[in-house]
């Protein structure tokens, strides 16, 4: 089994909506900002091939829009899956399985591109499945208000119309390496990877715990929308991790790719980090 990191487009997160009601003084310490109080967030894919399956856990925010709309995301395109997956040495019809850890639009939107013909969304990855718990699809399709903004409707109904789509309802074992866990805080049925390689078990650490400096308990995304599950599910996360010795993969720290944990006084915490490179090696 081999895991890769892809990068997607990087984009940026108001400090304030990244790390909650923790005070800017707190967190600009372990997370810098611009003058707008910006902060830089990686959007990362995983590629793990295992015998004959290929698969990608999440897609990113996807390819850059024909029109300029505002951007308030700022979103830089330098990055790209399909650029990237190709420099792995896979094309998209090559993928198997496509997890979505959910569909908010910068964890889905590199599942599609725009038929210039038809003016409608077309997936890239005609061969694969696409798991999505039936919780978050349910949410999407009829979104509260809050999180309205976040579901691209137009590009999920072409996932429904491709008839690729797989609704799972409780934790599921994708393939033997491949664990999916399934958690309420951000979003109803966010859907995570648990990895178990020869050596190594990894975390992909997703919008639980979207940075390395979001692992203490109270340093909740004000995206969350249930931020006391999220700390309830955060805290079995990082005692199972702590005591199996997992490494977490980060989905969203621009700095930061991956840490081991270690205990402190004041909980656990990130120890020692890892390098992208270094992934494959482990
Ligand atoms: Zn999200």
């Not at 648990?194 to 992909?204: A, L």
Request: net charge negative; hydrophobic share 35%.
């Amino acid at each position: 089994m081999k895991i890769k990191i892809l990068e997607t487009p990087n984009f940026h997160i108001d400090g304030g909506a990244y790390f909650g009601v923790v005070p800017k003084i707190i967190w600009e310490k372990k997370y810098p900002a611009d003058e707008n109080n910006m902060c830089k967030a990686a959007c990362r894919s995983l590629l793990i091939v295992e015998e004959n399956r290929v698969v990608l856990i999440d897609t990113g925010i996807g390819d850059k829009p024909a029109e300029e709309n505002e951007d308030l995301y700022f979103t830089d395109y330098s990055e790209n899956l399909i650029t990237n997956l190709a420099n792995a040495g896979f094309s998209p019809t090559d993928i198997t399985d496509v997890v979505l850890t959910h569909l908010h639009f910068d964890h889905c939107g590199g599942c599609f591109y725009i038929n210039k013909n038809t003016d409608s969304y077309k997936l890239y990855f005609k061969n694969a499945k696409h798991y999505v718990t039936r919780k978050q699809w349910e949410n999407a399709m009829f979104p509260n208000y809050r999180e309205k903004s976040s579901y691209h409707r137009e590009k999920l109904m072409s996932l429904q119309d491709e008839g690729s789509l797989l609704f799972i309802d409780e934790n599921f074992r994708l393939t033997k390496n491949i664990e999916l866990r399934i958690f309420n805080g951000h979003t109803p049925g966010l859907m995570l990877p648990v990895i178990y390689s020869e050596r190594n078990t990894f975390f992909f650490t997703g919008d639980l715990i979207p940075a390395m400096a979001s692992i203490p308990l109270a340093w909740i995304s004000a995206y969350d929308l249930y931020p006391l599950t999220s700390i309830e599910e955060k805290k079995n996360i990082l005692n199972e991790a702590d005591e199996n010795n997992w490494i977490f993969i980060y989905q969203h720290d621009f700095y930061n790719v991956a840490s081991y944990l270690i205990k402190t006084d004041r909980g656990i915490r990130a120890g020692n980090k890892i390098e992208k490179s270094e992934i494959e090696t482990l």
